[in-house]
Nanobody
Framework: QVQLVESGGGLVQAGGSLRLSCLASGGTFNGYAIGWFRQAPGKEREFVAFITWTGGTTRFADSLKGRFTVSRDNAKNTVYLQMNSLKSEDTAVYYC????????????????????WGQGTQVTVSS
């Protein structure tokens, strides 16, 4: 059973940085992809970033390019989301999700394509 656990959220001032972690367990993740999504109060869960487990291919929401980066440490079964120059509008619960890359069929930005989700970690940016 694939399990994902996010950590690293917290309260940060606008302009600051946070690094979120997504620890994966319960499977062999070669061939998987990890997506990061976020959900602000009263809003739909939205795509943030994507990375393939082995190839390191990354994608980002257009509005976040240049501020957010995503990386992985295969030895630690962990994917990281580095968030810089944070803004109040980045306040949300951040989730990581996993799915075999072949099942995504290129739709890495669609939350309904992912079967495995973490519990989320709260990020609050104060202005």
């Amino acid at each position: 059973q694939v399990q994902l656990v996010e950590s690293g959220g917290g309260l940060v001032q606008a302009g600051g940085s946070l690094r979120l972690s997504c620890l994966a367990s319960g499977g062999t993740f070669n061939g998987y992809a990890i997506g990061w999504f976020r959900q602000a109060p009263g809003k739909e869960r939205e795509f943030v970033a994507f990375i393939t487990w082995t190839g390191g291919t990354t994608r980002f929401a257009d509005s976040l390019k240049g501020r957010f980066t995503v990386s992985r440490d295969n030895a630690k079964n962990t994917v990281y989301l580095q968030m810089n120059s944070l803004k109040s509008e980045d306040t949300a619960v951040y989730y990581c999700a996993a799915q075999p890359l072949t099942y995504l069929s290129g739709d890495y930005y669609r939350k309904d394509k992912y079967n495995y989700w973490g519990q989320g970690t709260q990020v609050t940016v104060s202005s």
